[in-house]
């Protein structure tokens, strides 16, 4: 099994990737949830981390200066990835995050970490973009912080495969708007192919009936691939 599959089961078993009738922020009625907020174990972490480190290393062998890890949950991925970036693969990156308020006092700053500097050639480690906002949220920080850093990757753990602001997925979006590299762990076509009528610890998640609604759902919210 390789490390997307494995994913997917580790979703499931840890009760971060969810089937029945959900209602999402946005007010769609949607089959499926992912609540990565549901990781809360050290052992969950690690694991966690291994995936992100081996979806970096797939592809982007080298070419990244630091990861960045958006306030709050893209803090503990960030620092999760890193680790396992350095004792997977010996490759030792460093890795910062923002403040939600800018320090006043002792060193001061809204950036905790590696301090980046001009040329640096940053990849963000998200959990779940829905509607890019911590993106361009990023993007705006690094703007603001006055150093001439490119974001070059963006890697999640899944990718909804919904519609952006327009036609497009959300994440396609951002690959044309921004010219960002992004890499999901797993899209939630890869989820329903795997999960199909397949037994995770004695249960089908994802049966007939299961895998018509998501099919329903993304015919009615999924994101148009625009030439």
């Known amino acids: 099994m390789g490390y997307k599959e494995d994913f997917i089961t580790f979703m499931v078993r840890s009760g971060v990737l969810t089937f029945g009738d959900f209602t999402t922020k946005s007010g769609r009625k949607t089959p499926y949830f992912i609540n990565t907020g549901n990781y809360k174990t050290g052992a969950q972490a690690a694991r966690l981390g291994d995936y992100y480190a081996a ?11 630091c990861l960045f890890g958006p306030a709050y949950k893209g803090i503990p991925l960030a620092v999760t990835a890193a680790a396992s970036l350095a004792r997977n693969y010996d490759r030792d990156l460093p890795y910062c995050f923002n403040r939600k308020e800018a320090k006043d006092h002792g060193e001061g700053g809204s950036l905790v970490g590696y301090q980046v500097k001009d040329g640096d050639r940053v990849a963000i480690i998200e959990d779940v973009v829905t509607a890019g906002t911590a993106v361009r949220e990023t993007l705006a920080f690094f703007d603001a912080l006055g150093k001439q850093v490119k974001v070059t990757h963006l890697f999640v753990s899944a990718d909804r495969m919904e519609r952006g602001t327009g036609e497009e997925s959300t994440l396609d979006e951002l690959r044309r708007e921004y010219g960002i590299a992004v ?13 199909l009528n397949r037994e995770i610890d004695g249960e089908v998640v994802v049966d007939d009936r299961r895998s018509a609604q998501i099919d329903a759902y993304l015919a009615q919210y999924g994101g148009k691939t625009l030439a």
């Open 55 to 65: 979806c970096v290393q797939e592809n982007a062998p080298d070419g990244i200066d």
């Open 183 to 195: 890499h999901p762990i797993v899209t939630i076509r890869d989820i329903q192919s795997f999960l």
